[in-house]
């Protein structure tokens, strides 16, 4: 394969086209099993949000100690992404999953059988080594396995999972709270919940193929053959295969270490690509809603019960922006989501903001006004944002520096979750919801310059393709770097 022949704008692949064929249904049940990971990052992230308030009543937590608990599944995530995103390299894609689901089962048990804060905050910990291993590991896993006509789409369905269990977490804590609320412990049921899709995890995965392009890269053929052969139309496999293995060969000289990449400015340039939108994505301030999105209804003005009920509408809302986003990934220019996506989201943060000023404590009207711009809020970040950011960063690195490049901007990304998540409830006893607002729509700016000055197109190439792009740095030319 020529560089000529790969790095063209968005240059549609020579492969067989993707015709219809039992291999869809395969590759919707494999996406499926694999997203059940996405699931339980969506609802570990989002139970919190309605345990928190009893659990800190029965351990006696404080709002440093509130932001600890929550915080520690965060820090947790972001060495998670790191260790186990290198696992997946050595160990293979499916073998390392599995092990997530074990890692999700030991820490919600630890979680639930919780006597205090010591060992609440180890196992929330553990969950994080879980949830970080799961938002690194199981995006590549379906990009690598998805054709790239329908990449977007399929490997876009685990930020659905993820919404889907951050509802699912809202919903159960709402039917919950309302029917057990007075009961000591209730906490304790709502985190209970997550061990069941674990276990489900676990025996999906015993079934499940390995990725084909880790298979190829180790060197086994045959059994990346089989694998494309499963999920690919007969006639696509095989070229597919030798397109895989001579990117492999041409790049077979090259160990793209951690020196390797900070020494080669194209590659330096995307990893910095890929960290600036995992910060970017976190500094809109969307998982200050997921994990005390509560608090922030009280504080507009309903009360506790209220709020647990009413917290239900942005996890509405974000599975339906999920659903949407999933629809348009293959059609729409990943560039122009970005820039859409922080251009609302920042519009929506100064709405807040002007709304908690002109709205005072005590309005009737107050509490609604907010709940509708943070609905909106969500709807934006869900449809133009998530989704394209965990596809894009799944499928913008070489292989040889996939799960380093992945699992680098991935912990960036949780560490700046773990300090939202750790500051967000003094930052709002501090400021209110006006300052802290504001200051997400400052952030929201500066996001939007960055992706429009630094962020290419990667849609409609095959991963073969985006590595060459990358690796000669043809992805920066003029044409990839417009809207």
Known sequence: MS??????SGAASA???????????????????????GLLFGYDT????????????????????????????????????????????????????TLLAVLFFVGALACVVSPNIEVMVVGRFVLGLAVGGASTVVPVFLAELAPYEIRGSLAGRNEL???????????????????????????????????????????GMLRMPESPRWLAEKGFHDKALQVLSELRPANRAEPELAEIEMVKEEE????????????????????????????AQQFTGINSI??????????????SGAALIANIAPGIIAVVGGIVAVGIMDRFSRRKTFLLGFALTTVCH?????????????????????????????GSMQTFLNVAVWVTLSEIFPMKMRAFGMGASVF?????NFLLGLFFPSLIAAVGITGTFFLFAALGALSWFFCFRAVPETRGRTLEQLEVAVTTGSIYLPQNLKA
Not at 3 to 8: E, L, V
Not at 257 to 272: F, N, P, Y
């Open 3 to 8: 560089h000529s022949s790969t790095q063209g």
């Open 15 to 37: 492969l067989p086209p993707l015709t219809p064929g039992p291999y869809r249904k395969r590759l919707g049940v494999v996406a499926l099993i694999a997203t059940f990971g």
């Open 46 to 97: 989002g139970v919190i949000n309605g345990a928190l308030g009893p659990m800190g009543k029965e351990l006696g937590l404080t709002p440093i100690t509130e932001g600890l608990v929550t915080a520690s599944l965060l820090l947790g995530a972001a060495i998670g992404a790191v260790t186990l995103g290198r696992l997946a390299d050595a160990w293979g894609r499916r073998k390392t999953i």
């Open 161 to 203: 999972a993820i919404v889907i269990g951050q509802l699912a977490a809202f919903v159960i804590n709402a039917i919950i709270g309302i029917i057990w609320g007075e009961h000591t412990g209730v906490w304790r049921i709502m985190l209970s919940i997550q061990l069941i899709p674990a276990i489900a995890l676990f025996i």
């Open 252 to 279: 077979e000289a090259e160990q793209l270490d951690w020196k390797r990449v900070l020494s080669d400015k194209w590659l330096r340039r995307i990893l910095l690509v890929g960290i600036g939108l995992g910060v």
């Open 290 to 303: 997921m994990y005390y999105g509560q608090q922030v209804l009280t504080e507009s003005g309903f009360s």
């Open 350 to 378: 100064i709405l807040i903001g002007i709304a908690s000023i002109a709205l005072p404590v005590g309005n009737p009207i107050r509490p609604y006004v907010i709940l509708i711009l943070v609905v909106a809020f969500v």
């Open 412 to 416: 960036c990304l949780w560490i700046a």
